[in-house]
């Protein structure tokens, strides 16, 4: 019908897809039963079953849905990787969601003001048993010495807190000296941390380029994004004094290690099962993949220039490198 959102629409699409896949699946899985249980109702369901099988592919093929594909290798472990995410998004209500932050905030800083406290009341005890001895000490000016440490030392750390969180994205979590003949020519500095999408560049966004599947899913979740920077600043003077070849730069080598993914992740033989005729079926192998996008961001000057790519990883660890 024209006027619908295109959002309502993929909405529709997915779990329309999602309940055709889980039809397929569902058959077959009866199918097998029926095969070890009850041979004798299996040879007289088959057909019938295998006809529904049937009609959810050409439906599929119809729609544009991805269907599994004998032939194609490719082609399949796209098929197992949509189901997967099909699957996830539909039933996302079942999930729970975890938001993670840091617990007791409020009566951590109690506590500390209590502490900051006690410690101010046993000085001011010293004090005040001096005082009385030597001189005049009223007990309003007491409690006034105990209240404002309380809150000196709690504002204190605050304001240690709200500046290192403000100023952390001017700081970074290690510098590297780069030296030639013991004489410094530079040095890098890098940082790495978890960051929410809002504070992502609207450019980088734009250049992630999400499909709508994942856009769908990520009202319940979202992806995991780490931010990681590195600052190199070179002294070309002092590179030139220490070598009879002209030196444009140096070469940087970023390691990223994935063996902590591939642990996590599923085994990489994925059963696909697709009808044979009319009477007749079988499992076909796919791969369970995964994929891990990478933005880069470069900045020399007034020059920015952008770079993605997107890793095929599975539980063998990286299969492919796809630039996009």
């Not at 397929?24 to 006809?51: A, I, N």
């Not at 105990?146 to 709690?154: A, T």
């Not at 080598?253 to 079926?281: H, T, W």
């Amino acid at each position: 019908m024209p006027g619908i959102p295109r959002e309502a629409l993929n909405y529709f699409s997915f779990g329309d897809e999602y309940l055709s896949n889980l039809v397929e699946f569902h058959t077959f899985k009866l199918l097998d039963g029926l095969k070890t249980t009850d041979p004798g109702c299996y040879d007289r369901m088959v057909k019938l079953l295998l006809s529904l099988v049937h009609s959810e592919i050409d439906y599929k093929k119809q729609n544009g849905y991805l269907v599994a594909d004998p032939e194609s290798k490719d082609r399949n472990r796209t098929v197992i990787y949509r189901r997967g995410m099909l699957k996830k998004y539909a039933e996302s209500d079942l999930f729970l969601k975890a938001s993670k932050k840091k617990d007791g905030v409020l009566v951590e800083q109690i506590y500390y003001s209590i502490a900051a406290g006690l410690s101010m009341i046993f000085a001011t005890v010293v004090a005040f048993s001096f005082q009385k001895k030597y001189g005049n000490f009223t007990m309003p000016l007491f409690v006034a010495l105990v209240v404002s440490y309380m809150l000196k030392d709690r504002i204190k750390e605050l304001m240690r807190f709200y500046f290192a969180h403000r100023l952390g994205k001017n700081y970074f979590d290690r510098k590297t000296t780069i030296s030639m003949n013991e004489r410094v020519v530079g040095w890098i500095k890098d940082g790495v941390d978890f960051i929410s999408e809002r504070k992502v560049p609207e450019e980088i966004i734009e250049r992630r380029a999400r499909p709508d599947l994942l856009e769908a899913d990520n009202r319940n979740g979202g992806e995991k994004i780490i931010l990681y920077r590195k600052w190199v600043q070179l002294d070309p003077e002092a590179l030139g004094e220490y070598s009879q070849y002209d030196i444009a730069g140096v070469n940087e080598i970023l390691r990223f290690n994935v063996g902590s993914f591939v642990q996590k992740m599923d085994e990489r033989d994925y059963e696909l099962y697709v009808p044979r005729g009319e009477a007749d079926y079988g499992p076909i192998m796919g791969d369970k993949i995964y994929y891990l996008n990478f933005l880069i961001q470069l900045l020399h000057g007034e020059q920015v220039e952008y770079k993605r790519y997107r890793l095929v990883i599975d539980r063998d660890g990286i299969q492919e490198i796809q630039k996009m």
